[in-house]
């Protein structure tokens, strides 16, 4: 490639999104990943010894619409529109309750009216719900965010006014219920849909999945729907990380920009308050107008650019972000007698169990009884944990990671009781390794806590949830901003129609 005039930091999904979007705009893109590979969180890549299974995620889900706009059917990325695969809560006992998402069906509306006559006539109103909510969320997810002190606000009325419309069109009692239902808990949601508690526990599961709140936490109603939103629905979608790499990158390469792994960036370069380029840690400057940053707000911002370039009160502001990572990963090698079915499955027999797991971590503990979501790759197990907090009160990670994997195999073969005669070796990923392994700051897999006050037009910091920053030409466009986290691609491709669209 000739000289490059923009430059992505971080080859994850949405550093690889936002680089196609402005590599088809006639940019000159630069993709520059500290890894060996792409990928980010969907990579696959294990420290230690590889079990052949993904290391962080099952599987995973681009928007449809991003799929379409970027034409990735032709680099092998199908669209999934029916992601209804089986999400199955395990229950004391084996008789485990096995859901869909898919409408009408049966066996999802008997296995419910086990538990509850009253939840199963309820269940089709609910996913109609939660489809309401979920295209509500989608649209608030890429309307661009006002800075309330900026002028700009006039200029983006005209998409605030569509996303109100939308909200409008819901109809009176449907708008209502969704907007109560973002600052709500997801045990008050559940207590106004569900008398059985398997049922509301397992919802309960997922709206906790991946942040540092219990189910009793305000806010937990927008994280059931934003997860929800970005699964297609309750269980994992397929197809794996490394497909959806794959087909980025090609398409990157079909656009004409050009991807480095192995390749760190150390600072961004920054005169007079605007980008110039980046040093990478090897002592290679590569100069540039743009710099869209994937990497969390925080190691950009206070990392790679350094607070000295920056006004005072936005560093406090970065600073507070907070990054509060409690996930960990427990990967079992079996002989493949483990008895657990296919799918995902939650460990997650009630609401209150949850709340006491969570419990834990507001107290810098692994939960003693965690939450489990589990799912089998062949003969591997892959146990993802909550609660097991980066700061741990009393010991560092490494005294804790044999807790940490004792309590995840002692708590899934109570419903799995074949599961330890069939094991034969274990690897874990603490939140202590994603922040090594894959620079997650502080092991937060969103780039910032999904609660109430980072979320919309405070997505990284009130008031700069545009994608831009003080600095002239650097963008953010990972997780961390609006429409972020998880896997959606949502950040990426609203980062870049920032960047196309000036300064
Ligand atoms: C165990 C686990 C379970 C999860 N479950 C779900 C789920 O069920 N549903 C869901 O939607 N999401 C889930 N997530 C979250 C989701 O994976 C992430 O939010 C998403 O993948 C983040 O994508 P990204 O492209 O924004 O950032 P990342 O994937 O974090 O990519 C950022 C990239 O920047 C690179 N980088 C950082 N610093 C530098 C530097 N200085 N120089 C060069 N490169 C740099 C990193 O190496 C990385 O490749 C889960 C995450 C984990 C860990």
Redesign the pocket.
């Known amino acids: 490639m000739s000289q490059p005039d923009t430059l992505i930091?971080?080859?994850?999904?949405?550093?690889l999104v936002a680089a196609i979007y402005l590599a088809r705009a006639g940019r000159k893109v630069l993709v520059?990943?500290?890894?060996s590979e792409?990928?980010?969180?969907?990579?696959n890549r294990m420290p230690g010894k590889d079990l052949g299974a993904p290391a962080?995620?099952p599987a995973?889900r681009l928007r449809p619409e991003i799929i379409r706009e970027l034409g990735l059917a032709r680099h092998g990325l199908a669209i999934d529109d029916v992601p209804h695969a089986a999400y199955t809560a395990l229950l004391p006992g084996g008789e485990n309750l096995r859901l869909s998402t898919r409408r009408g069906d049966t066996d999802t509306l008997e296995a419910i009216r086990r538990h509850s006559a009253r939840d199963a006539a309820r269940w089709p109103e609910f996913l109609a719900f939660m489809d309401a909510a979920c295209s509500l969320l989608n649209a608030a997810y890429a309307t661009p965010m006002p800075r309330p002190e900026r002028r700009e606000i006039l200029g983006k009325a005209l998409p605030l006014a569509s996303l109100l419309l939308k909200l409008r069109r819901l109809g009176r009692r449907d708008m209502f219920r969704v907007i109560r239902s973002l600052s709500m808990s997801a045990r008050e949601l559940a207590d106004e849909w569900f008398e059985a508690e398997p049922l509301r526990a397992a919802l309960g599961a997922l709206a906790i999945?991946?942040v540092t709140l219990g189910p009793y936490s305000a806010g937990t109603g927008y994280t059931l729907i934003h997860?929800w939103l970005?699964?297609g629905g309750l269980a994992?979608a397929s197809p794996d990380g490394a497909a959806i790499t794959q087909a980025l990158v090609t398409a990157l390469q079909a656009a004409g920009g050009e991807l480095r792994t192995s390749?760190?960036?150390?600072r961004v370069l920054v005169e007079r308050q605007q980008v110039k380029g980046v040093l990478l840690k090897d002592g290679t400057e590569i100069h540039a107008t743009r710099v869209l940053s994937?990497?969390?707000p925080r190691?950009t911002l206070l990392?790679?650019v350094g607070a000295p370039e920056l006004p005072t009160d936005y560093v406090w502001g970065v600073q507070s972000i907070r990054m509060r990572g409690s996930?960990a990963?427990v990967h079992l090698l079996t002989d493949g007698n483990h008895g657990l079915p296919e799918g995902t499955l939650v460990v997650a027999p009630t609401l209150r169990y949850l709340e006491q797991a969570y419990d834990a971590a507001k107290y810098g503990e692994i939960s003693a009884s965690p939450y489990l979501e589990v799912t089998t790759s062949g003969a591997v197990v892959s146990i993802?944990f909550q609660f097991a907090p980066f700061a741990l009160r009393h010991e560092g990670w490494g005294d804790a990671r044999a807790a940490l994997e004792t309590r995840a195999i002692e708590t899934l073969s109570k419903y799995a009781p074949r599961l330890s005669d069939s094991l034969q070796s274990v690897q874990s990923i603490t939140p202590v390794d994603?922040e090594e392994h894959?620079?997650?700051t502080e092991g937060d897999?969103?780039?910032g806590q999904l609660i109430l006050d980072q979320l919309m037009f405070m997505r990284p910091l009130p008031g700069w949830s545009d994608h831009r920053t003080p600095i002239d030409g650097l963008f953010l466009g990972?997780?961390g901003t609006h429409g972020?986290?998880?896997?959606?691609g949502v950040?990426?491709r609203n980062a870049a129609r920032a960047a196309l669209s000036g300064r």
Do not use: M, T
Not at 32 to 35: G, K, R, V
Not at 484 to 488: R, V
């Open positions: 930091v971080g080859g994850g999904h949405n550093g520059l990943e500290a890894a792409a990928g980010g969180q969907l990579a962080l995620h995973g999945h991946g997860n970005n699964r994992h390749a760190p960036v150390a994937s990497a969390d190691r990392g790679l996930v990963k993802h994603l894959w620079s997650l897999l969103n780039h990972g997780s972020g986290g998880g896997i959606s950040p990426g």
